[in-house]
Antibody, heavy 122, light 109 residues
Framework: QVQLQESGPGLVKPSQTLSLTCTVSGDSISSGSYYWSWIRQPAGKGLEWIGRIHRTGSTNYNPSLQSRVTISVDTSKNRVSLNLNSVTAADTAMYFC??????????????WGKGTTVTVSS | SYVLTQPPSVSVAPGQTARITCAGNNIASKSVHWYQQKPGQAPVVVVYDNTARPAGIPERFSGSKYGNTATLTISGVVGGDEAAYYCQVWDSSRDQLFVFGAGTEVTIL
C-alpha cells in the first residue's frame, strides 16, 4: 500500500523559503512512471496545483508560481521536495503531495498525503 | 487560463440524490475527475475519467458528461457523504496542467 507523508516546518517567516518533503513508502519512486505533484489549499478555500516532478527530474510548474518554485526528487531517499521562496502571508496553506496516474490521455491524482500546514508569519 | 465552474453548495436530504455540476469550455474533449474532501482530510478520488470508479468507492457515486458540463451524482446520500467535492481536468495544451474547480459543499439536511 503506497503512502505519502509530507513534512517540514509549520512556520516560515515572510520573505524566507518554504521547504517541504514528501516521503513515499510502499513503493519505489524509481520503479514507476508516475509524476509526483504538490498541491496547496488555503484554509476554507479550494485546491491549487503547484507543480510536479518525474523520477527522471522532469518538472512542470503552475505559471502563477513558477518564478518562486523548485521541485526536486531524491530517488535514493524515495522522496520529493518542494521549495517556495520569497513567501508571504498568501502562501499560508495546507500543502499536499500526490501521485499522478497516467490514463492514456489524462492524468489524475490517485493517492494523496495527509497534508502539512504551513503558516507564514513573523 | 482554463476555468471550471461549480456551484458553491448543494443541499440534499438523506436518501435523495445529489447532483454536482462542473462546467468548462470544451469540457467534452477532456477527461474529468472528481475528488471528495472531508473536513481536515486529504482529497480522495471518487470518479476518474468521467465515469470510472476506483476500487472501494461505493456504487452510489457516478459520473457523467453532456455538452459543456460534467456531473457527479450521489444516489441515496448518507451522512458520511457530507463533504466538499472538486472536479479536475488535465490540459496538456496549457501551462497549468492541472485545473480544479472551486469546489461544491454538499450538505445533508
Amino acid at each position: 500500500q503506497v503512502q505519502l507523508q509530507e513534512s517540514g516546518p509549520g512556520l516560515v517567516k515572510p520573505s524566507q523559503t518554504l521547504s517541504l518533503t514528501c516521503t513515499v513508502s510502499g513503493d519505489s519512486i524509481s520503479s514507476g512512471s508516475y509524476y509526483w505533484s504538490w498541491i496547496r489549499q488555503p484554509a476554507g478555500k479550494g485546491l491549487e496545483w503547484i507543480g510536479r516532478i518525474h523520477r527522471t527530474g522532469s518538472t512542470n510548474y503552475n505559471p502563477s508560481l513558477q518564478s518562486r518554485v523548485t521541485i526536486s526528487v531524491d530517488t535514493s531517499k524515495n522522496r520529493v521536495s518542494l521549495n517556495l521562496n520569497s513567501v508571504t502571508a498568501a502562501d499560508t496553506a495546507m500543502y499536499f503531495c500526490s501521485r499522478d496516474v497516467w490514463g492514456g490521455y489524462y492524468y489524475y491524482m490517485d493517492i494523496w498525503g495527509k497534508g502539512t500546514t504551513v503558516t507564514v508569519s513573523s | 487560463s482554463y476555468v471550471l465552474t461549480q456551484p458553491p453548495s448543494v443541499s440534499v436530504a438523506p436518501g435523495q440524490t445529489a447532483r454536482i455540476t462542473c462546467a468548462g469550455n470544451n469540457i467534452a474533449s477532456k477527461s474529468v475527475h472528481w475528488y471528495q474532501q472531508k473536513p481536515g482530510q486529504a482529497p480522495v478520488v471518487v470518479v476518474y475519467d468521467n465515469t470510472a470508479r476506483p476500487a472501494g468507492i461505493p456504487e452510489r457515486f457516478s459520473g457523467s458528461k453532456y455538452g459543456n458540463t460534467a456531473t457527479l451524482t450521489i444516489s441515496g446520500v448518507v451522512g458520511g457523504d457530507e463533504a466538499a467535492y472538486y472536479c479536475q481536468v488535465w490540459d496538456s495544451s496549457r501551462d497549468q496542467l492541472f485545473v480544479f474547480g472551486a469546489g461544491t459543499e454538499v450538505t445533508i439536511l
